[in-house]
């Protein structure tokens, strides 16, 4: 059975960063395309980004984009998703997620890491 293992997040000051990880165990994460998603309160889920399952393509939400960057690690079995330029409307929980399908893992997704908490604030 697949797990995701998530890592990282925590506090920030609003143009600070942090990277989030997110280990796979149990299976061969390069069998699957990888999204990262967040729920800020009060808010629904939203996808913020996805990768291909060899890193070659990748897709982000308008709201990150340029200050966001996916990419994994397969010989590691790890995703990561490092966050510059953070903004307090970036604060929420974050979830990665993995799908067979690649397109499928920018919307939703067959496993779920635990979820994180990022809070941006000065």
């Known amino acids: 059975q697949l797990h995701l293992v998530q890592s990282g997040g925590g506090l920030a000051q609003p143009g600070g960063s942090l990277r989030l990880s997110c280990e796979a165990s149990g299976i061969t994460l390069a069998q699957y395309g990888v999204g990262w998603f967040r729920q800020a309160p009060g808010k629904e889920r939203e996808g913020i980004a996805c990768i291909s399952h060899s890193g070659h393509d990748t897709n982000y939400a308008d709201s990150v984009k340029g200050r966001f960057t996916i990419s994994r690690d397969n010989a590691k079995n790890t995703a990561y998703l490092q966050m510059d330029n953070l903004k307090p409307e970036d604060t929420g929980i974050y979830y990665c997620?993995?799908?067979?399908?690649?397109?499928?893992?920018?919307?939703?997704?067959?496993?779920w890491g635990q979820g994180t908490q990022v809070t941006v604030s000065s």
């Open positions: 997620a993995a799908d067979p399908t690649y397109l499928n893992s920018c919307f939703d997704g067959d496993y």
